[in-house]
């Protein structure tokens, strides 16, 4: 599956997003080495900190179906954006914890226009060791 398919499946999840608060839809889709994709969109909620990021919807969902870090292809983002969406810090490090650091990341806007780079190129000098 090339970045275009997996950005329109991230677009496609795309509209069931629950954004009553922001009206700033996210999807994101994983896509995995056994062929897989596992959608993501972002939840909110009235108590904002309890929002859910589209990155991490389909990171978890990966988990929760048994996936690993090195199970993981490559990942995509859209959002409804005139420019490409940058995942939010939180979700970079959580992509840091279940992705590859060689990790493809596809950043895409409401064009469909794409940005690829590596989750390292990403995230330069990540967080991922309590052992300093
Ligand atoms: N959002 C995501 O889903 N992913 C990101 O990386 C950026 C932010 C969501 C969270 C919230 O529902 C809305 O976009 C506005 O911040």
Known sequence: MNSEE??????MAMQHAYTPYSDFPVGAAV??????VIE???VENVSFGATNCAERTALF???TRGYHKEDVAAIAIAGDTETFLPPCSI?????VELCAY????????KYGKIKEMT????????????DM
């Open 119 to 130: 989750l390292k190129e990403l995230v330069p000098y990540a967080f991922t060791d309590l």
């Open 102 to 109: 060689e990790t493809p990341v596809y950043l895409s806007d």
């Open 40 to 42: 993501g969109v972002n």
């Open 31 to 36: 896509l995995y080495k056994d062929g897989e």
């Open 91 to 95: 979700c970079r490090q959580v992509m």
């Open 6 to 11: 997996l950005v329109s499946r991230a677009r």
């Open 61 to 63: 969902t990966g988990v």
